[in-house]
């Protein structure tokens, strides 16, 4: 039993080893490379600077590539195992699929661990340390609305973009405070433009398919009332509105080092939850950071999950070919990552519950991997 259990892990590492190699390279190419191509080509960083940022780099592409790699490795072992009859050959001796198949399912739970720390910890930190190296070049107060994070470098205001594609904004939140710190006004719109208008020191927001709230009680607009800022007076009334375009102007001051702060999906486990604090004292939506605190615990079992499903995934293949194992693999991914990207389109959304959903494809496979795999241990009866 011992010679199996290492033949089947010598096997499934073996594989893992090289595929966490060929699915790092792909994501270098196609996204790590992307911040600092440019400046390379114009001569504006080093080689030496390039490879510090990779290696920066190297945990967050780790936390994608772990488990896309663990998911081909077992769809290719076990579809190879499958399709020259070893399987049948064990279970012929005596041996369950399952007490043959426990190392790997113990491999998946050590993955997930080892996904959790770098998820939680390891690739935020690691993330703005490549981003810190980097540094930033731009003055433009526009590029401070980095989609994702809390902004609030313009005076008594906070502000959260879900999207940005240069000018254009989608999923807008604006929340106006007094110089009390107690809010007072709030503006979440659709989509949007934002333009710089430098002489007059301000950047300008047009607004589409906006809901405008706003206080209308006189602590809002009067003096000091002894409220600790953030308290809500019992008489506060809201006045809505919802208007097709709005237009709202917002001063800006020095541009600097806030360029480097990062947004909800850089942040380590412990400062989503200290933005958590701060955005409920601002009684500002916490949805976005809901679903990240989420997303990143979530994502930590994709391992477990990718095992217990490609598992019988692999041996119903019944395959030797490499090429249908990693097109099974990148299916079955393609609909674990599709799904959390739909959650996270959603993560302004409060009515939808995108930090619910985002666990949803952890739950099906789960769920599901045992019981294929139950199939598949009955199918080696037969």
Same mark, same amino acid.
């Given at each position: ?66 488990? =896309? @790699?663990?998911?081909?490795?077992? /769809? $290719? &072992?076990? *579809? #190879? ?8 050959? +064990? ?45 930033? =070049? @731009?003055?433009?107060?526009?590029? /401070? $609305? &980095?989609? *994702? #994070? ?8 906070? +502000? ?223």
């Amino acid at each position: 039993m011992r010679t199996l259990h290492f033949y089947l892990l010598q096997q499934v590492l073996t594989v893992l080893a090289a595929a966490i190699g060929v699915f790092v390279g792909v994501l270098l190419l196609g996204n790590a490379l992307k911040d600092i191509l440019a400046l390379l080509v114009n001569q504006q960083i080093s080689i030496a600077i390039v490879i510090k940022v990779l290696l920066f780099q190297l945990p967050w592409l780790l936390s994608f590539a772990v488990p =896309l @790699a663990i998911l081909a490795a077992v /769809l $290719l &072992v076990f *579809g #190879r195992l499958s399709a020259d009859q070893e399987l049948t050959a +064990i279970h012929s001796g005596g041996i369950s699929l399952t007490g043959f198949a426990w190392p790997v399912l113990a491999v998946g739970l050590a993955a997930s661990l080892i996904s959790g720390w770098i998820n939680l910890d390891l690739a935020p930190r690691c993330r703005i340390a490549s981003k810190q190296v980097i540094g930033s =070049l @731009a003055t433009d107060p526009v590029d /401070l $609305l &980095v989609p *994702g #994070r809390y902004i609030r470098e313009f005076p008594q205001w906070t +502000i959260y973009v879900a999207d940005k594609d240069g000018d254009l904004l989608k999923g807008v939140l604006l929340y106006r405070y007094d110089e009390h710190g107690r809010l007072v006004q709030r503006l979440q719109a659709a989509t949007g433009e934002v333009r710089l208008q430098s002489g007059a020191g301000t950047v300008e927001f047009t607004l589409r398919k906006v809901q405008f709230y706003w206080r209308s009680d006189t602590a809002a607009e009067g003096g000091d009332t002894g409220r600790v800022a953030g308290d809500e007076p019992a008489e506060t009334v809201w006045e809505t509105m919802l208007s097709g375009e709005h237009r709202e102007r917002l001063a800006f001051g020095r541009v600097g080092d806030q360029l480097i702060k990062p947004d909800l999906s850089e942040m380590t486990y412990g400062q989503l939850l200290t933005e958590l604090q701060q955005v409920r004292q601002e009684n500002a939506d916490d949805t976005p950071i809901v679903f990240h605190l989420h997303r990143q615990v979530a994502s930590s079992f994709a391992c477990f999950g990718f095992v217990l499903i490609g598992m019988p995934l692999g041996i119903r293949a019944h395959r030797r070919e490499t090429s249908v194992g990693l097109a099974l693999a990148l299916a079955v991914a393609l609909i674990y990552y599709a799904f959390q990207a739909f959650a996270q389109s959603l993560d302004t959304n409060a009515a939808a519950h995108p930090h619910l959903l985002v666990w949803l494809p952890n739950f099906v496979f789960i769920g599901l991997g045992p019981w294929l795999f139950w199939r598949a241990n009955r199918g080696l009866h037969s």
